[in-house]
């Protein structure tokens, strides 16, 4: 099927999400804004405005009732998802490079960047899941990694009982985030770490890398799993979560070095690995830039890319994907 | 002979892809029943994903 085109950004998407029923998706983009689309015809729903700065990273809550988002403009922002309200702004020293809901909705982290004299901090916040209700300005906890590489993504284990983030160094940190102390700290990527997406129960999850690997970890023990090796550096990795167990990642020379080269050479590609059998079967071909961020649909039937060109294509899978066996 | 290396060969190459398969599957199975004994000894509820309140929007 021809994937849809999600036309409405003018710059460069930073994130997707679907929401927990995946009727809906939100996407945020250097353009300062934040839309959000249905997913099977791709139809704009709304506009969530207020950012005075590129918006880096969204998450929604499991009853799709709010979304959180982070921007260049020092802000994290709580919305409304039904009538666009802006029900709650953190404001914070540096950028917000991050944000995730824990899975009942009770807090959201925060990965904060580190700028001249300010350290970065995964900052965790209360939420009140009532929009109605007035939200609390003090953090939690706040977690810094004294001394050590910034961290650029992060995301909750399971039952809340740890944070991990990704560093700018390739390390993982499972942190105890109650007591800011680090549980464990591994480095199995050699670059940058650009996404991190964990599995539906959160005892495992993903992480891609500028070294070109995805990899994948268990969140109890940081114990690697399986390696995905790329020829192009990566900025996001996925799980389909039904049909098929697979990892969709994408990526691409930026816009930088891509002049330095040809345009094909760019590999502006999402590409299907076998998750368990580390093995590639399969690329999508669309985006005339890097892929940015990946997000496939709860129910396994579709997938989003977002591109540094602008656009969110949304594929829905062809009859031979669900065909699809490997010999074993 | 070559003929039989090869069949050899696949036949190595498809137990190797069975045995990781299996490996998934059993990490999978250790840590999915773990998760539910922590969940419940914490009294937390899953919430199902399906758990009727989607509506399609036509």
Sequence with gaps: MRPILLQGHTRSLTQIKYNR???????????????????????????YSGHQGSVWTVDVNSTSTMIVTGSADNSAKLWDVRTGRCLKTWEFKTAVKRVDFNEDDTMVLCVTEERMGFSGTVTVLAVNPNVEASQSDEPIATIVNTG???????????????????HVDGSIIQWDWKNNEKNLSIKPH????????????????????????????ESESLAHKKTYTTDTPLNSASFTPKYQEFVIVGGGQDAMSVTTTSARAGKFESRFYHKILEEEVGRVRGHFGPINTIAVHPDGKSYSSGGEDGYVRVHHFDPDYFKFKIES | ???????????????????????????????EK????????????LRSVDDGKSETIE
Excluded: M
């Design chain 1, 190 to 217: 050699s670059d940058l770490i650009t996404d991190i997406q964990f599995s539906p129960d959160r005892t495992y999850f993903i992480t891609s890398s500028k070294d070109k690997t995805a990899q994948i970890f």
């Design chain 2, 34 to 45: 773990k998760l539910a004994e922590e969940r419940k000894a914490l009294g937390k509820e």
């Design chain 1, 148 to 166: 050590g590489p910034k961290a650029v993504v992060a995301g909750w284990g399971n039952l809340n009982k740890y944070i991990i983030s990704g």
């Design chain 2, 1 to 31: 002979q070559d003929l039989a290396a090869g069949d050899a060969n696949t036949a190595q190459f498809i137990a190797g892809r069975r045995k990781a398969i299996e490996e998934w599957y059993g990490w999978r199975k250790q840590c």
């Design chain 1, 21 to 47: 029923e995946g009727d809906l998706i939100f996407s945020v983009s250097k353009d300062k804004v934040v839309n959000v689309w249905y997913s099977h015809n791709g139809e704009r729903l709304g506009t």
